[in-house]
């Protein structure tokens, strides 16, 4: 069973950036699925990026070109640098994997079969 642990959210103004980072155990990042999701009050969770075993990335259109998902196979770590962050960007981030897709990501949460315990990303104005 892969175990996430993220870290690295935090408060920041808009326009400022941050960069988090979510280590997997249990199972080698090169092997399947990673990708970041988050939660807004009231609102639905939603995907924010993912990155396939292969390398091949995937954004949400809200942040094409502010955010980036990266991550480090040898040290088994995902990240996401975000820049240019705004007010609605505010909500938990959640880092998750789905080692039960043969290949590709899916973009339903459901797909997703372990996932962090989230960290708070707060943007102000």
């Known amino acids: 069973q892969v175990e996430l642990v993220e870290s690295g959210g935090g408060s920041v103004q808009a326009g400022g950036s941050l960069r988090l980072s979510c280590v997997a155990s249990g199972y080698p990042t090169s092997r399947y699925c990673l990708g970041w999701f988050r939660q807004a009050p009231g609102k639905d969770r939603e995907r924010v990026a993912t990155?396939?075993?292969?390398?091949?990335?995937n954004y949400a259109d809200s942040v094409k070109g502010r955010f980036t998902i990266s991550k480090d196979n040898a040290e088994n770590t995902l990240y996401l640098q975000m820049d240019n962050l705004k007010p609605e960007d505010t909500g938990i981030y959640y880092c998750t994997a789905a080692t039960n897709v043969p290949y590709g990501c899916p973009s339903a949460s459901f797909a997703y079969n372990a996932w962090g315990q989230g960290t708070q990303v707060t943007v102000s104005s």
């Open positions: 990155i396939d075993p292969n390398g091949p990335t």
